[in-house]
Nanobody, 121 residues
Framework: QVQLVESGGGLVQPGGSLRLSCAAS????????MGWYRQTPGNERELAAR??????YYADSVKGRFTISEDNAKNTVSLQMNSLKPEDTAVYYC????????????????WGQGTLVTVSL
């Protein structure tokens, strides 16, 4: 089992910045996929950014403003959010998938508890 503890959410003014952190209970080298999703009431959970073996992905809505990164020394996946807009307001969830064995067998997915980001005056 992998535990994910998120932090860094809060209230920020439009144009401001926040840095979300996701501390994993395992070394990041054991993870195959690391990403951040976000969700607002009444909407589906949306992928904002993700690191995969094939590269880094950003949703068009956050591209150029958000940066996902990993700190192997701290077993932490972060999301730096700049130039925040009111429409960025959401609960942000850390999501990871562990590396599997042969043919990916044994790979498991885990979610954090979510952290609320509110962009408002």
């Amino acid at each position: 089992q992998v535990q994910l503890v998120e932090s860094g959410g809060g209230l920020v003014q439009p144009g401001g910045s926040l840095r979300l952190s996701c501390a994993a209970s395992t070394r990041l080298s054991s993870l195959n996929v690391m990403g951040w999703y976000r969700q607002t009431p009444g909407n589906e959970r949306e992928l904002a950014a993700r690191i995969t073996p094939s590269g880094t992905y950003y949703a068009d809505s956050v591209k150029g403003r958000f940066t996902i990164s990993e700190d192997n020394a701290k077993n932490t996946v972060s999301l730096q959010m700049n130039s925040l807009k009111p429409e960025d307001t959401a609960v942000y969830y850390c999501n990871v998938r562990t590396r599997g064995g042969a043919y990916g067998f044994g790979s498991k997915e885990y979610w954090g508890q979510g952290t609320l980001v509110t962009v408002s005056l």
